[in-house]
T-cell receptor
């Protein structure tokens, strides 16, 4: 079957760096995405990795290792507003076409 | 419109009643997804449309759930004979589907909060 694992919650202090890991077991893997969701809000897209390596977008970076079925989201210079849930999602190709499978999410608490 | 819209934003219904949830995707997006999210939980995939067809209905939890999409645009998710366990936020997302290696970023609507009493 298809599965993703990420920590249920992470706590860090303002200004620090935090890494949220995601491991996956899927067939037909095409890429790994990250989404952010604030309480009461809808998920919003952060990043996508189709190839191995690190992608940087401002304070956020995302990494993928296809051989290890592993990726992570790195958040630098944490701000209080970064407190949210972060979902990794794999894009796979199956008989029905492309599909996105979401992890259960990691709740990030940023403390002052 | 500029983004994905969903209606109603909130729905309270009695157990056993039918409900219909609507999603208006971003204009030009060919792919449309329905998810369910219970409080504090992750996203549960329900169904995926490519145009008007649904190549993947694997996430629909029971035959009480159905969805359709007409004109390659608006989609409705219908829940018949609602049960209390159906209470959740129902999220719709749309994307451009352009093939291998492209992210197919999903843009989410604000969701419909369904409460079954």
């Amino acid at each position: 079957g298809q599965s993703l694992e990420q920590p249920s919650e992470v706590t860090a202090v303002e200004g620090a760096i935090v890494q949220i890991n995601c491991t996956y077991q899927t067939s037909g893997f095409y890429g790994l995405s990250w989404y952010q969701q604030h309480d009461g809000g809808a998920p919003t897209f952060l990043s996508y990795n189709a190839l191995d390596g690190l992608e940087e977008t401002g304070r956020f970076s995302s990494f993928l290792s296809r051989s290890d079925s592993y990726g992570y989201l790195l958040l630098q210079e944490l701000q209080m507003k970064d407190s949210a849930s972060y979902f990794c999602a794999v894009r796979v190709l199956n008989t029905g076409g492309f599909k996105t499978i979401f992890g259960a999410g990691t709740r990030l608490f940023v403390k002052a | 419109g500029a983004g994905v819209s969903q209606s109603p934003s909130n729905k309270v219904t009695e157990k056993g009643k039918d409900v219909e949830l609507r999603c208006d995707p971003i204009s030009g997006h060919t792919a449309l997804y329905w998810y369910r999210q219970s409080l504090g939980q992750g996203l549960e995939f329900l169904i995926y449309f490519q145009g008007n067809s649904a190549p993947d209905k694997s996430g629909l939890p029971s035959d009480r759930f159905s969805a359709e999409r007409t004109g390659g645009s608006v989609s409705t998710l219908t829940i018949q004979r609602t049960q209390q366990e159906d209470s959740a936020v129902y999220l719709c997302a749309s994307s451009l589907v352009t093939g291998q290696g492209v992210d197919g970023t999903q843009y989410f609507g604000p969701g419909t909060r369904l409460l079954v009493l």
